[in-house]
């Protein structure tokens, strides 16, 4: 089991929105900042969003995040094939003293 | 442009010991902190170590602690993990992943090497 924990899956068609939950605990995501990874097949992970809702350059706008307590979201809208992925979130936690992801989200574009 | 090559990923026996490297540039080394990230086969995205971008705070994994050893050679822009006391559950793709700041209590990675396999059978 991971610490946070995210739907397996996830599933929209093309120009719906979709969202994907992470949930922690008051150790990781209650005290520090989410971070949103986007891995597509057979390649390796992507930083798509960073310390709860920012954007790094060259990833589009459809993508966002947010977060509150111990919960966070990922948001992709105008879906598009090529979001077909995995998504994970990821914190870094203070009782751990390590960093922890969750176990993934494969979405999938009907 | 930030280019980050790991190598020395392999088989092994379990019990065995094996060392990754990870060459970095187009960044200065010294000021990022680094971490390893591993993936075992179908499986999620498991973080394994870090270190500070000066080499002297190092955090492990409770599954790889006392077996694991991250350090960092500032002079060679690169990253090690030695890994000995290898068991079949550390079979994964090994990522190198470079943290935004020199502090390395983070989860964000913001850019990733293309990772190097390690398979632990006998």
């Known amino acids: 089991q991971s610490v946070l924990t995210q739907p397996p899956s996830a599933s929209g068609t093309p120009g719906q929105r979709v969202t994907i939950s992470c949930s922690g605990s008051?150790?990781?995501?209650?005290?520090?900042?989410v971070n949103w990874y986007q891995q597509l097949p057979g390649t390796a992970p992507k930083l798509l969003i960073y310390?709860?809702?920012h954007r790094p350059s060259g990833v589009p706008d459809r993508f966002s995040g947010s977060k509150s307590g111990t919960s966070a979201s990922l948001a992709i809208s105008g879906l598009q094939s090529e979001d077909e992925a995995d998504y994970y979130c990821?914190?870094?936690?203070?009782?751990?003293?390590?960093?922890?992801f969750g176990g993934g989200t494969q979405l999938t574009v009907l | 442009e930030v280019q980050l090559l790991e190598s020395g990923g392999g088989l092994v026996q379990p019990g065995g010991s094996l060392r990754l490297s990870c060459a970095a540039s187009g960044f200065t080394f010294s000021s990022f902190a680094m971490s390893w990230v591993r993936q075992a086969p179908g499986k999620g995205l498991e973080w394994v170590s870090a270190?500070?971008?000066?080499?002297?705070?190092?955090y492990y994994a409770d599954s790889v602690k006392g077996r694991f050893s991250i350090s960092r050679d500032n002079s060679k822009n690169t990253l090690y993990l030695q890994m000995n006391s290898l068991r079949a559950e550390d079979t994964a793709v090994y990522y190198c992943?470079?943290?935004?700041?020199?502090?390395?209590?983070?989860?964000?990675?913001?850019?990733w090497g293309q990772g190097t396999l390690v398979t632990v059978s006998s």
């Open positions: 990821a914190a870094w936690d203070d009782s751990l003293n390590g960093a922890v």
């Open positions: 270190v500070s971008g000066s080499g002297g705070s190092t």
């Open positions: 310390s709860n809702n």
């Open positions: 992943a470079k943290a935004p700041h020199i502090v390395a209590t983070t989860a964000y990675f913001d850019f």
């Open positions: 008051s150790s990781n995501l209650g005290t520090n900042t």
